[in-house]
């Protein structure tokens, strides 16, 4: 997908890396296509609840642009500010191809479902090195490590949000086993995002995106969603006795 898919009034949401955070999601709207051919647009100040992202010239973020037909992710770099009478807003210059990620990937059920997972421990520390390759080898070779416990707070075709006490690595390959109603499954996956919360009982906070995962696997997590929203909207719709 290119830039030229953009349209004034998207969403968009701004992915930033914290050393003590973790990943934070900034969101904000496209007010104008500033520059067609350098892939420059205007935007509202990123804004996480009520506190604005401090933007820096030369970094890159992650870009997820919501059109009307697809969802695009794109790298992005802040060129400044655009004055527009008392008003400034942030001018942001995009890669000119992004990659499109199919809706059902990103919707996300709300669950608490017990998961065990394990990890692949990398001594290697090769930063080059395709993690895909290096998940691939550590199943063909059985080389995970212990297996810890989780707790999985929203599903996703896509992937998966679960806590644990356990202090991963962001990137780190790892291997999830749950049970979706009566079917057991074992995915493949890695760390997006870490979050660190140390007023909860479970430390940390992780955003798994799957890896290679079977298409009647992606099936069968759709089909447990749309039958737990069933149930859920039967009981909601129930008569008092």
Do not use: W
């Amino acid at each position: 997908m290119s830039f030229s898919s953009i349209n004034i009034g998207d969403k968009l949401d701004i992915k930033v890396h914290f050393r003590n955070m973790g990943d934070i999601v900034y969101t904000s709207k496209v007010i104008d296509v500033l520059d067609k051919r350098n892939n420059i647009l205007t935007i509202y100040q990123p804004l996480r609840g009520d506190q604005p992202l401090d933007m820096l010239q030369g970094r890159e973020y992650e870009i997820t642009v919501y059109s009307a037909q697809a969802m695009m992710v794109f790298k992005g770099y802040f060129e400044g500010f655009v004055k527009d009478g008392e008003d400034y807003f942030v001018a942001l210059r995009l890669s000119n191809d992004g990659f499109r990620v199919q809706r059902r990937e990103f919707f996300r059920f709300s669950c608490n479902i017990l998961m065990r997972f394990s990890i692949v421990e990398d001594e290697d520390g090769d930063e080059n090195e395709d993690i895909y390759d290096v998940l691939i080898q550590a199943m063909r070779h059985d080389q995970f490590t212990d297996v810890f416990d989780g707790i999985v707070k929203d599903i996703g075709g896509g992937g998966l949000r679960f806590v644990s006490d356990k202090d991963l690595d962001l990137n780190n390959p790892m291997r999830c086993e749950l049970t979706l109603g009566n079917k057991d499954m074992m995915l493949k996956g890695r760390i997006l995002e870490k979050q660190y919360l140390p007023k909860t009982a479970h430390k940390f906070q992780y955003r798994v995106l799957f890896m290679d995962i079977p298409l009647d696997h992606q099936e069968e997590i759709v089909k447990y969603i749309f039958e737990e929203q069933k149930k859920q909207r039967r009981n909601v719709g129930a008569s008092p006795k």
